[in-house]
């Protein structure tokens, strides 16, 4: 999975509570000291009422919607660990992490939703992880071209360039093509920065409408919790579905733009 994360599905988060349901201390605790006496006393019925308040109170346990939110939110945050560990290594910009922070905010509201509703949504919950996924993956090749535009130097390139043109005019032979050859490495260089800024700049409106929409996401969810409409998780999944084709959109123009870059510099 993207980012090294598990997908925390519906039935991952059932296993999850009937786990916590079958180990709490007090689910544990006070049907084996029943048991305990029933054998110390030799009463059978004890042994036998050791196992129904085993039942009971783990039954008790699984449907408490405080313990499954507790859960829940613990099982998201396991799954997040590994991408918030490569968020936090340094190698983003500052503004970039503030794109990818704001996003993950988002994502988080959207997952506490999940967890706390009464109606399936697995499907939303996939889509989301292949979302954020896509996401990280997009500020990397982002990261590279904001590395690139921070070494390059346009005003310089420009002064550089009208002196070529102007020595040009004046030499002859092999150094005018020279000249020629040089000035127009640097227009393509410049062409090249130029078109790199201007995906950069889609990377962040790009990044800043994928964080106003998963809201908008987390709304919807709400909503459909209160209604309990199960069928319009597919709606939903949609919805997250087509952001992560505009975010692959936006990582294929990055891509097609920085290809070019490692040749204007040859």
């Keep these: 999975m993207p980012g090294g994360r ?12 009937a786990v916590n349901a079958a180990t709490k201390p007090l689910t544990v605790v006070v049907p084996t000291l029943v048991a305990i006496a029933g054998l110390v006393l030799g009463a059978p019925w004890l042994l036998a009422l050791a196992v129904v308040l085993y039942l009971g109170l783990a039954l008790v346990t699984f ?20 991408r918030s560990r490569a968020l936090d290594d340094g190698r983003f910009s500052p503004a970039i992490q503030r794109a990818l922070e704001a996003a993950q905010l988002e994502e988080e509201r959207i997952r506490q939703a999940i967890a706390q509703a009464r109606v399936p949504f697995s499907e939303v919950s996939a889509e989301v992880d292949t979302l954020m996924g896509e996401m990280e993956r997009i500020a990397g090749k982002a990261q590279g071209v904001h590395d690139y535009l921070s070494a390059q130097d346009p005003a ?6 009208r002196e070529l043109r102007s020595g040009r005019r004046a030499g002859e032979g092999e150094t005018t093509r020279a000249l020629e050859r040089a000035a127009e490495a640097l227009a393509e260089r410049l062409k090249v920065g130029e078109e790199l800024r201007g ?25 459909v919790n209160v209604a309990e409409e199960a069928s319009l998780q597919d709606d ?8 992560r084709e ?21």
């Excluded at 598990?6 to 059932?14: A, F, G, N, P, S």
């Design 6 to 17: 598990e997908v925390v599905t519906r039935d991952r988060l059932k296993r999850e509570l």
């Design 156 to 161: 310089a390139t420009r002064q550089r360039l």
């Design 246 to 266: 505009r975010v692959g959109a936006v990582a294929e123009g990055l891509g097609a733009a920085f290809e070019r870059a490692p040749a204007s510099e040859a």
């Design 63 to 82: 449907f408490d919607k405080q313990e499954a939110k507790r859960v829940g939110e613990a099982t998201y945050a396991a799954a997040r660990r590994p």
């Design 199 to 223: 995906e950069l700049e889609r990377f962040f409106a790009e990044m800043e409408h994928l964080a106003a929409s998963l809201g908008v996401v987390h709304g919807q969810l709400v909503r």
């Design 236 to 243: 939903l999944a949609g919805e997250v579905r087509s952001l």
